[in-house]
């Protein structure tokens, strides 16, 4: 077996997040279980308002029937609670104030992420959000990153390859900053979907944290619908980062490790994902796939889906 990394894996649920864990959390463990010191799952009782709030009564005891059973097969995975009592602590930890919002405007998840990286006890914090898909070696990956990470202080964050290798080492729909060589890419924007840490040097560098609040727009939708309006923690972190003069590094690395992120939820989604789990752990994608962080058409048909995302933006409608 490999020796293990000091990684603690740390994954944030919600009760919302039932339909796909079912097939994507063993894909995770699968990847990272032997591997790392520990898998951590965060679970996140409070519920939003909007789409976040999606499939919550049924989800939620059955994500932790799932959890329960998984246990008995992964002895390193660990589930807490998100504690909202520690509200305070993790105020003064990640802002230097005694509050830390709940949600952000959308109703997305806030404090749960932060509680996710304050629990943490490892040097390394690999975070990963529940929907996404990996392809790769990930304990070479990992240890790769580790390295990077050690050897040059400008990078704040590793991810892996967003999307899988296209023949011509170019990726689409992101802000690259610099090629640092081929599949390797630097980036001045944080991103909480996915990320390789180390813990020390992230609250030396990077807190406390600005406490932003959404833009006029973002307040009133944030009021409107009752989930508060400060800005998402991705958009406040991306500040930091620049503010401070640092990156994140998105590489693919040797033998290579990528990962998917499907941006839509249908049931066609729902239906297939088993079988795109199995295309994207073979590197069976389509060329139109290639260099596509996101899951696009060419893999599922999201059409449904994004008429009703357009039928539910009724608030920007509202504000032109």
Sequence with gaps: MSTRLPVTVQIN????????SIHLLPHHLELFSGITEKILLVVDLHKSKGRFSDNWEYGKNKLFSLINSLQKEYKELEVIEVDYSKNGEIGQTFFNNSFCPVKDFRGGPYYAYLFGIYSCKSEY????????????????????????LEENQDIMSCSPLPGPPHPDKIIYNNQIEDQKEPYSYL???FSTRLFLINKAHFIYEMLPLPLEKGNLRSRIKGKVE???????????????LRNKSKY??????????Y?????YRNEQFYKELPMLIEKVKNDSVPHEQRGHYDVNSSMIDWSNAIVKIKKN???KRILK
């Design 125 to 148: 914090i690999f975070h990963v959000d529940s929907d996404i898909i990996f392809s790769g070696d990930s304990y070479k990956w990992l240890s790769e990153a580790i390295l990077k």
């Design 259 to 263: 990962s998917l992120h499907p941006p």
């Design 226 to 240: 009752g989930n508060g309006i400060y800005e998402l923690p991705e958009n406040i972190l991306t500040n930091q």
């Design 13 to 20: 649920l919600a009760p919302s997040d039932f339909k796909h």
């Design 248 to 257: 994140r590094l998105d590489f693919y690395g040797e033998p290579g490790f």
């Design 313 to 315: 933006r009724w608030w």
């Design 187 to 189: 980036f001045d924007s």
